[in-house]
């Protein structure tokens, strides 16, 4: 565990703290196994942006493996650790999240899922490297197969008429999907100092078609309702939690909502949040389908390709709208 002292995660003077609120009791719960689970993943993307995902099929004992060994990463001293950094933008970091000044209260492994990519950072694990990539590449196996199947139940909802339109991107052996295992160590000392939790990630949407998010029983994450206001997600170790992303968004014309969340840092608990972003090629072209759109309603964004978004992405804050640069405006 990364504990106060620790040079790592200082100085922390410039991480921002945040009053907690109230667990929301109103997240949508799905059941991949209902036969209305369609219908029910649109509601949720049109209202929330997100849901939690129940009889996933992915088996717990693939989470608890991959949990364990990433808490023996981020246990290690921290010298070890910096042997896997600093990100490039793959492998350990801690605090600063990106190139643009956000910090936050964490550290993480940022991993390719293309195998070959993934093989190149796993030599930082010392007795050895192959058990941590293999409980990796099982994991993302998994995982993999229920987002396809959740994308491909939000285009049958859509009432689209080729239903891999969505997973066909993440598929593809061109895919520019990537992984990340957040570490946010407890700080209770400076806690107490300054009366809210230290912010652990900050407010911001995830650029990609999709993000699915497994973490341990501690709570954090928050999302950020239309009418303006953070919400406390329950933790629940054994489903998962579905984002919408920026490019999903995009895809549906603005029917789906990229969620805005953030993650506090418990102050007396780690929290261990493992993410899967799946990404289209960074080559294809993203536009809003024209089957989503009503007749006589005009595209809301511009036509740009994956690598031209994510480049803009990652040179902004976090917390920007980041779609903003590629809104259509009047006349357009």
């Known amino acids: ?17 945040c009053k907690p609120v109230g667990l929301f009791s109103e997240i949508p719960v799905i059941d991949l196994t209902d036969p209305h689970a369609k219908t029910l993943i649109i509601k949720a993307c049109e209202e929330f942006g997100f849901f939690k995902l129940v009889n996933h099929g992915v088996p717990m004992e693939l989470m608890t493996k991959l949990e364990g060994l990433a808490n023996s990463f981020f246990n290690l001293p921290q010298p070890e650790k910096d042997k896997a950094g600093p990100p490039d933008p793959y492998g350990y970091g801690n605090k600063k999240i990106g190139p ?14 293309n195998p070959q990519i993934l093989s190149q950072k796993t030599s930082i694990f010392q007795e050895n490297p192959q058990i941590f990539r293999s409980a990796v590449e099982d994991y993302l196996l998994g995982v993999k197969r229920m987002t396809f199947e959740v994308l491909e139940l939000m ?30 160590p407890p700080c209770p000392e400076l806690q107490a100092l300054t009366g809210g939790n230290l912010i652990g990630f900050g407010e911001h949407t995830d650029p990609q078609i999709i993000s699915v998010l497994r973490s341990n029983n501690t709570t954090g994450l928050q999302i950020y309702l239309k009418e303006g206001t953070w919400v406390s997600v329950p933790p629940d170790q054994t489903s998962f939690f579905i984002n919408v992303g920026d490019i999903l968004q995009v895809m549906t014309n603005g029917r789906f909502t990229s969620v805005k969340h953030r993650v506090l840092a418990d102050p007396l608990k780690s929290r261990m949040s493992m993410i899967f972003f799946g990404g289209p090629p960074l080559s ?14 005009g595209s809301l964004y511009k036509e740009f390709t994956w690598f ?3 480049s803009s992405a990652y040179t902004s804050r976090l ?12 006349g357009q």
Not at 104 to 112: I, Q, S
Not at 161 to 184: A, K, P, Q
Request: net charge negative.
């Open 284 to 297: 294809e072209k993203i536009a809003p389908l024209p089957s989503l759109m009503a007749e006589r309603e």
């Open 319 to 330: 917390a920007d709208h980041r779609l903003g640069l590629f809104e259509k405006t009047a």
């Open 155 to 184: 285009a049958d909802g859509l009432e689209i008429e080729s239903r891999n339109v969505f997973s066909r991107l993440l598929r593809d052996d061109e895919s520019d999907s990537c992984f990340r295992l957040n570490h946010y």
């Open 100 to 113: 643009n000044g956000d910090v936050g209260w964490v550290e993480y492994l940022l991993l390719h899922t």
């Open 308 to 310: 031209e978004y994510k």
């Open 1 to 17: 565990m990364v504990v106060l002292s620790q040079p790592a995660l200082q100085p922390f003077s410039v991480i921002k703290t």
